[in-house]
């Protein structure tokens, strides 16, 4: 196993939070801070739909990328409400967050709306964040991996080694958003670990080996280095601490250290 074969990424998931001017101003004070990351870590703003113009202007010609929350699987047509891949492409956007446990619990979408996601994104040439995680429940009746491996089966089905190469997953605990419960960084690196022995069984070790694992999950300015020292933790998906230009920058550099 070799991390040093896989680009490490810090992505911050600002959520439903910010307008835009102070979009503008937030990523204006992540800009310098990060700038050193660039070459060792991948950093990205994943924004709400309405800033993404504003966000694409502000960090262009910076090492910092920018991402959106969701996307839609048709390519247009008759779906009130929702964003095509092409619409976030022909914006600049590179990457997109899909099926954040959010969505999964407040807006129904299921494993088969998450494979159709990553595909259509994936044939747009955008870079999919796909999100797993187990519920505190499903962790206390001792299935987490079964519902790891059900999740990365049905998600990625039917994408190809070279597309999933091109994926990242990012393994969320249910449990430790936004509760200020975060795994230990032992619990994170078996979940995390186990999601690359998953993939090994579906493509090749190899192909497992290219694909960047962050985990996400009240990852703070505070524990972010020993979660990032882990072998499978490739990076981190960062909601609460990614609001604010100084934690989100811990985080990059220890990122940038580990
Ligand atoms: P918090 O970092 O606020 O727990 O959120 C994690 C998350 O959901 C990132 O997608």
Redesign the pocket.
């Known amino acids: 196993m070799n991390k040093s074969v896989r680009k490490a990424i810090i992505a911050g ?1 600002w ?1 439903m939070n910010k307008a835009r001017p102070e979009a503008k101003e937030l990523l204006e004070a992540i800009k310098p801070l990060v700038a050193n990351a660039e070459g060792k870590v991948e950093v990205i703003a994943c924004v709400p739909f309405t800033n993404l113009e504003t966000a694409i202007s502000v960090t262009d010609g910076s090492n910092v990328k920018i991402g959106a929350e969701n996307v839609h699987f048709e390519k247009s047509g008759a779906f009130t409400g929702e964003i095509s891949a092409d619409m976030l492409v022909e914006l600049g956007v590179e990457y997109v ?1 899909i099926g ?3 969505r999964r619990q407040y807006f129904g979408e299921t494993d088969e709306t998450v494979n159709k996601r990553t595909k259509a994104a994936l044939a747009a040439g955008l870079k999919p964040i796909v ?1 797993v995680g187990e519920l505190l429940w499903e962790r206390e009746c001792n299935i987490t991996e079964e519902v790891i491996a059900r999740q990365i089966k049905l998600d990625l089905f039917d994408v190809s080694k070279e597309d999933v190469k091109k994926t990242v997953i ?1 393994y ?1 605990p249910v449990w ?4 200020g419960k975060t795994a230990t960084a032992d619990q994170a690196e078996e979940v995390c670990g186990f999601i690359r022995s998953t993939l090994a069984k579906i493509y090749d070790q190899a192909t497992a080996d290219a694909v960047t694992i962050q985990y ?5 300015a505070g524990n972010a280095a020993e979660l990032l020292s882990k072998p499978n933790v490739d990076g981190g ?6 609001l604010k230009a100084a934690d989100f920058n811990t985080i990059v550099q220890a990122a940038v250290e580990g």
């Open positions: 998931n959520k967050v954040h446990s959010e999100c990012a969320e430790a958003i936004g509760t996400g999950g009240s990852m703070n998906l960062i909601g609460g601490a990614s």
